[in-house]
T-cell receptor, first 118, second 114 residues
Framework: AQTVTQSQPEMSVQEAETVTLSCTYDTSESDYYLFWYKQPPSRQMILVIRQEAYKQQNATENRFSVNFQKAAKSFSLKISDSQLGDAAMYFCAYRSAITNFGNEKLTFGTGTRLTIIP | NAGVTQTPKFQVLKTGQSMTLQCAQDMNHNSMYWYRQDPGMGLRLIYYSASEGTTDKGEVPNGYNVSRLNKREFSLRLESAAPSQTSVYFC?????????????FGPGTRLLVL
């Protein structure tokens, strides 16, 4: 079974600075997808960024980028020019590329609470 | 587009009571999911429906039943609520059940079982 580990329960960053959230995962599969979701106080789960394991290029979405290290099974999220609206819980998630019984789910880490200091 | 909607937003139940959580999506997605979120844990899959007419158990199905009423709606039923089912419940949908498809989440239902 796959597992996802987020070792930083809480992080804080000054507004306009850069912060990196860590995520590691364990899997025996070679093809899979990785996601970062943001959960603000409203509790809505919002997709921030996704990465296909077969792509070597790191995904970027505006101020958000990832550092995907497949051999190390590491998938960190970098937030540049942090803004007050970035304050939220951030969840790393894994999904198998194999679609059969039991593999359809997203496997989530326990989350990192990000605080933005004005 | 409303995306994924859930009702109710918040519910208090007594042990042994039953209730149904409703979920609907207007994105014409084929696949729908129910997750629960407990403190200090990530979301865990309860049940999912890969396509209309099919449902399957996820990671933590005990104590729950689901109905895929039509393509838009996927409900979660607690027949006899227990305090261990106090949680936040999220419904999600995706275009297909395949791995590369992004799952879109509803706003959640907070359930308290006394």
């Amino acid at each position: 079974a796959q597992t996802v580990t987020q070792s930083q329960p809480e992080m804080s960053v000054q507004e306009a600075e850069t912060v990196t959230l860590s995520c590691t995962y364990d899997t025996s599969e070679s093809d899979y997808y990785l996601f970062w979701y943001k959960q603000p106080p409203s509790r809505q789960m919002i997709l921030v960024i996704r990465q296909e394991a077969y792509k070597q290029q790191n995904a970027t979405e505006n101020r958000f980028s990832v550092n995907f290290q497949k051999a190390a099974k590491s998938f960190s999220l970098k937030i540049s020019d942090s803004q007050l609206g970035d304050a939220a819980m951030y969840f790393c998630a894994y999904r198998s590329a194999i679609t059969n019984f039991g593999n359809e789910k997203l496997t989530f880490g326990t989350g990192t609470r990000l605080t933005i200091i004005p | 587009n409303a995306g994924v909607t859930q009702t109710p937003k918040f519910q208090v139940l007594k042990t042994g009571q039953s209730m149904t959580l409703q979920c609907a999506q207007d994105m014409n997605h084929n696949s729908m999911y129910w997750y629960r979120q407990d403190p200090g844990m990530g979301l865990r899959l309860i049940y999912y429906s890969a396509s209309e007419g099919t449902t399957d158990k996820g990671e933590v199905p005990n104590g729950y039943n689901v109905s895929r009423l039509n393509k838009r709606e996927f409900s979660l039923r607690l027949e006899s609520a227990a305090p261990s089912q106090t949680s936040v419940y999220f419904c999600a949908s995706s275009r297909r059940p395949t791995g590369q498809e992004t799952q879109y989440f509803g706003p959640g239902t907070r359930l308290l079982v006394l």
